[in-house]
């Protein structure tokens, strides 16, 4: 199947500081890019969608000035977590997909804010 | 309610035996998706169905549109098949492109 990656796979910063997470279709190219927040054994929470060369989506209850999303290109989406805080340590999943085809996810990035 | 139910939430298993996972759900659907997330997060897509039956080596995914309904088969378990087994439904409408998950089915296949 097709390919998404993710970088970095972990990340431990200082809080106030920014973080930028990495989502890459590797091998199609994805007009919709998705990224997803998950808390120790809980279900995935879609936080937005990201279309390329438009404004993501956001959904209710997720901040767009603390989670600042770039949809650069057909292969890239770039999640940035601004002025991070612990309460933002996460596993941070995204996903690409063709349409009406299968979502094929990342591998996920542990943010720990210290 | 949720609107996509799994069940069981745990599931436990000697090696070997046929597993049956469940999911129902509410809304009118466009499409059912299956999906398994290791215990080190990653998370791999095994279906994508709209009806009828999907087979993948030992895996079996079945839907029911009219009875909302749909399950995951793993015939001849093994140990390595031990992880989080997630429904997830997009909803017919105009935007397709979500999905509404499911809380997750944990299993766990002793030798």
């Known amino acids: 199947g097709a390919v998404v990656s993710q970088h970095p796979s972990r990340v431990i910063c200082k809080s106030g500081t920014s973080v930028k997470i990495e989502c890459r279709s590797l091998?199609?190219?994805?007009?919709?890019m998705f990224w997803y927040r998950q808390f120790p054994k809980q279900s995935l929470m879609l936080m937005a969608t990201s279309n390329e060369g438009s404004k993501a989506t956001y959904e209710q209850g997720v901040e767009k000035d603390k989670f600042l999303i770039n949809h650069a290109s057909l292969t890239l989406s770039t999640l940035t977590v601004t002025s991070a805080h612990p309460e933002d340590s996460s596993f941070y999943i995204c996903s690409a997909r063709i349409p009406r085809n299968e979502q094929f996810f990342g591998p996920g990035t542990r943010l720990t804010v210290l | 309610k949720n609107e996509v139910e799994q069940s069981p939430q745990n599931l436990t298993a000697q090696e070997g035996e046929f597993i049956t996972i469940n999911c129902s759900y509410s809304?009118?659907?466009?499409?059912l998706h299956w999906l398994q997330q290791h215990p080190g997060g990653g998370i791999v897509s095994l279906f994508m169905l709209s009806s009828g039956k999907k087979k993948h080596g030992r895996l079996i995914a079945t839907i029911n549109i009219q009875e909302k309904h749909s399950s995951l088969h793993i015939t001849a378990s093994h140990p390595r098949d031990s992880a989080v087994y997630i429904c997830?439904?997009?909803?017919?409408?105009?935007?397709?492109?979500?999905?509404?998950f499911g809380t997750g089915t944990r299993l766990q296949v002793f030798p």
């Open positions: 809304v009118g659907i466009s499409a």
């Open positions: 091998d199609f190219q994805a007009t919709t």
């Open positions: 997830a439904v997009e909803g017919a409408g105009h935007n397709t492109d979500k999905l509404i």
